[in-house]
T-cell receptor, first 116, second 112 residues
């Protein structure tokens, strides 16, 4: 079946503009996660949500990051007032459960964001 | 918070050689995961470890969950060109909902 799908694959934004990145998760998966991946630093979680509720609004370095879940298997990551430091690959992952017990996360291919 | 230290940062090896990489943490993890990421793709799970001391194989890959719960190793035997990529260790944070902490990655380059 279909895996986790992210769009767009590439996004260029002018500094200060808001951007929205979309994730279509695997049908039936409960928890959605957004990670930011930068070269040489690995990945850090930005936000995550279970079912229809956004679980964690906080993001780094400030509250400019938020996720909405308009449908059970769709999540939109919104970045407000983009900064050049936001340039990174944004990965979406979904899992059948939340929690730490055998929680296997499946990742999308990512959206590469470049802020100019 | 929990931090994962992964080494080496990169490896350049010849086809047929074995590869070894490891991850250490200052705090305990109850699960260790190893992912591989190809260019332009997302991480793909290779091996999941759930018990201290556990040794698990997946084809030419072998991973171990350290007995102290603070480390894990991944070995690749008889490397082939398609082993090229970045390998990440990861583990769930101790809070709920299983947010993953990732190591910085080991880039593997295999030359013929």
């Amino acid at each position: 079946g279909a895996g986790v799908s992210q769009s767009p694959r590439y996004k260029v934004a002018k500094r200060g503009r808001d951007v929205a990145l979309r994730c279509d998760s695997i049908s039936g998966h409960v928890t959605l996660y957004w990670y930011r991946q930068t070269l040489g630093q690995g990945s850090e979680v930005l936000t995550y949500s279970q079912s229809d509720a956004q679980r964690d609004k906080s993001g780094r370095p400030s509250g400019r990051f938020s996720a909405e879940r308009p449908e059970r298997s769709v999540s939109t990551l919104k970045i407000q007032r983009t900064e050049q430091g936001d340039s990174a690959v944004y990965l979406c992952a979904s899992s059948t459960t939340g929690g730490t017990s055998k929680n296997i996360q499946y990742f999308g291919a990512g959206t590469r964001l470049s802020v100019l | 918070g929990q931090q994962l230290n992964q080494s080496p940062q990169s490896m350049f090896i010849q086809e047929g050689e074995d590869v070894s990489m490891n991850c250490t943490s200052s705090s305990i993890f109850n699960t260790w995961l190893w992912y591989k990421q190809d260019p332009g793709e997302g991480p793909v799970l290779l091996i999941a470890l759930y018990k201290a001391g556990e040794l698990t194989s997946n084809g030419r890959l072998t991973a171990q969950f350290g007995i102290t719960r603070k480390d894990s190793f991944l070995n690749i035997s008889a490397s082939i060109p398609s082993d090229v990529g970045i390998y990440f260790c990861a583990g769930p944070a101790t809070d709920s909902w299983g947010k993953l902490q990732f190591g910085a990655g080991t880039q593997v380059v295999v030359t013929p």
